[in-house]
């Protein structure tokens, strides 16, 4: 089964319009951690914000929230007042602290387009 | 600037040939990793190591060895390439904090033909 999942492959949102990238996880740990990143073309992997499992407030970074509904298992990004320079790819991705590699398990991905 | 820096930035291969993959980062971070990325899939996890000295393997490890010798350098192997390991190359490496982040570098785009 899928970790994580983003069923959204291309989203479109206007200019200064806010828009939300779904994504939902699947784990049996109590202690997990989820994250969002950032792929513009140029290609380099930037993190945008955490939420800890155990946080009871939802994540907030500048533009970027993350709305954490932990019974729903979904943890989908918030980017508000869409800019250009937001068109890129988002991969959401989840770390289980019971695992030994402490690495992360990504989506697919969302490519989203702000139109101007 | 700190951070993690990759070699090469692109490389094409011909099939058969060893390649090694260089990943060096200076912010003394304990675990580092390698991820290959292909269109439809996400990253994928390699191989990781948690500190130096010690190595494991991730999801898709078959044709790729690693090597910690210390903090800073994570060399990827490819001992013979095949066509599909032709793939966008990730390394990382994790701070050791509450918050876990893992800081990504540049990539390497390696074509194998």
């Known amino acids: 089964a899928q970790k994580i999942t983003q069923t959204q492959p291309g989203m479109f949102v206007q200019e200064k319009e806010a828009v939300t990238l779904d994504c939902t996880y699947d784990t049996s740990d109590q202690s997990y951690g989820l994250f969002w990143y950032k792929q513009p073309s140029s290609g380099e992997m930037i993190f945008l914000i955490y939420?800890?499992?155990?946080?009871?407030q939802n994540a907030t970074e500048g533009r970027y929230s993350l709305n954490f509904q932990k019974a729903r298992k979904s943890a989908n990004l918030v980017i508000s007042a869409s800019q250009l320079g937001d068109s890129a790819m988002y991969f959401c991705?989840?770390?289980?602290?019971?695992?030994?590699?402490?690495?992360?398990?990504f989506g697919t991905g969302t490519r989203l387009t702000v139109i101007p | 600037i700190a951070g993690i820096t990759q070699a090469p930035t692109s490389q094409i291969l011909a099939a058969g040939r060893r390649m090694t993959l260089r990943c060096t980062q200076d912010?003394?971070?304990?675990?580092m990793y390698w991820y290959r990325q292909d269109l439809g899939l996400g990253l994928r996890l390699i191989h990781y190591s948690n500190t130096a000295g010690t190595t494991g393997k991730g999801e898709v490890p078959d044709g790729y060895s690693v090597s910690r010798a210390n903090t800073d350098d994570f060399p990827l192997t490819l001992a013979s390439a095949v066509p599909s390991q032709t793939s966008v190359y990730f390394c990382?490496?994790?701070?050791?904090?509450?918050?876990?982040?893992?800081?990504f570098g540049p990539g390497t785009r390696l074509t194998v033909l």
């Open positions: 990382a490496s994790r701070r050791d904090s509450a918050i876990d982040t893992q800081y």
């Open positions: 912010m003394r971070h304990n675990a």
């Open positions: 991705a989840m770390r289980e602290r019971s695992t030994g590699a402490n690495n992360l398990f």
């Open positions: 939420q800890g499992s155990y946080d009871e």
